[in-house]
């Protein structure tokens, strides 16, 4: 009777188990299914921003064919992401492209596609997206112009696998995956774009998502590749069956049944630290896609400057897995002038990372065309609207001029520099117009700063100071005595130790901080 | 994490002058939907002004500033009422002095 008893137990144990390990399954796949559609959504800004920075420029220049083909073409051949990007005006679309880099358009190819296509994409301010899927070459399209502003669209195609099936670049999301990605909200197999499987996915055991895509959407479907939660979770109710069996029979003997019984317990004990140490890895799994979609879209490294040094950092925040908006910049310009910039998209998440890829290459744009600092920010103003996105940016963005010690400096309603000269440090405060995308047309002005012999610039944004509980202006005060006590070390040895002194405590908010020094 | 935040308070009182919603503590990322809440019902009766006494703020984050930013959007003028150190400094460094209108 005891022996049945166990029986029973041990069965209703390994049943208990299993379903927790399957519940554990669909967990997980629901989980990596939502991080693959992170990564695939920031893909987007990296076609959108070199279309939208090129219909901006051709509406600037009022179509200007060499304009566009100048900026266009490191964008297009076989290490970038198109085959094929042209000019078009959106009025005018019978006439052809006005001008075309790479392989001609597939969407000139067929009377009538380019008409019907650019008619619907009319109506509309995100990114066009047209499926050019019949034929060998099979090609996605995307257009991208701002409404309300001059004719002009700027148009790409990129090309796909020919064979449908190609491995994605192999990126944590969707390691233990195979997957499935569809252009539009089904999945016909007309409209698959690529797989890594042989078999249709949704056959089998299996997530979908549906990630907006321009004027479009992406349908992912994942299907684990094995046992998402590792071979120890898959063995557990094994492990379970077999301890039971020995804990049954030891139940026949009575004798033993406490001991039996605390043995179970530590079982299961074990099998909350094997969940728990999951969630962690998961945890742990998510912030680093995060990080390496930040560091993706900030610059590799910083140039070699003459007159002056150069150093930066980015410290993600301690709380949360979603990537931040804060952005800094340092390119040297063709008139021996440097250009710089630090920024900060508010809010978070894969929306705020596509405003801030936005923000920033269009103001590279703007500045390597010659504008002054205060209109690449006027400029920068008419691209977002809090209204429309829910997201507003500061950004402080200024011209260098090493040689003459000198520093142009316009100031969107972000946290004022650093100038710090050996004995004094001063926060360059005047002149602070709004944030970007909160008024329709905000007036900035630049105030021109005189910088002392060997002098270091420091910008940063709120994470490095904001504080729980202070005002802001504290947290200022703060940075301003850290960063005098070590300005004795080099760049970069001063810039590591502010920072690991100011966060030492953690910070929620991400943090960057961008230096030049005066070697002179 | 947010049992750490000192609590946040959100309450609104009708006045002749219209609707003034009182908000103290601390105000960021983690909490600001409550606020949220709070002024979109506000607004859903279309008052003339909306106010918003921030006296007892101690500290508020970019997500505060954003959502009062959105209010003003809305076409309901925005005031705010005797702000708190923290908030008058954001505000002002910030750049925002014009379009969120302090008093006094």
Redesign the interface.
Known sequence: MIFLTGLVVVGLLTWASWRSFQDNESRLLASHAKEAAQVINAAVPSVQTPLAAAAELADATGGNRNDFTEFIQSFVGKQAPFVSASLWRLDEPTAGPLAVVGASPMLADKPGRAEDFFSRVSRTSTLGVTDLLEGPSRRLGYEYHFANRGPFAAYAEAALPADRRATIARNAAFSELHYAIYLGNGTEAANLLTTDSTQPLTKSTHSKVVVPFGDSALTLVFSPRGTLGGALAADLPWIIAGAGVVFAAGAALAAETLQRRRRRAEDLAGALDVAAAEARALYAEQRSIALTLEQALLPESLPQLEGLEAGCRYEPGT?GVEIGGDWYDLVPLGDGSVFFAIG?V???GVRAAAVMARLRFAMLAYADQGDPPDEVLRKLSSLLH??DS???A?ALCGLIRADRHEVVVA??????FLVLDGSSSRFI?ED????IG??EHPVYRVATIHVPPRATLLGFT?GLI????????VGLGRLGVVARSNQHLSLDAMITSVVEELTREGT??DAAILGVRWTT | ?DD???PLSVSTTDTPAGPVITVGG?L??SNIDRLRSEVDSQLASRPETLKFDLSGI??M???A??LL??TT?TGVPVRILAPS??VR??IE????A??LVMEP
């Open positions: 709380m900060d508010s809010g978070r809090i209204e829910g997201h507003f500061t100031n969107a309603g972000h946290l004022p405060v602070v117009g709004p944030p909160v008024t709120d904001e504080r729980k509980g202070e005002s802001i202006d929620d908010d | 994490m750490l935040n000192a601390e960021d990322a101690t500290f984050d970019t997500s500033i954003a930013i959105s959007k150190v923290p400094t954001v460094m910030t750049g925002l014009d379009v």
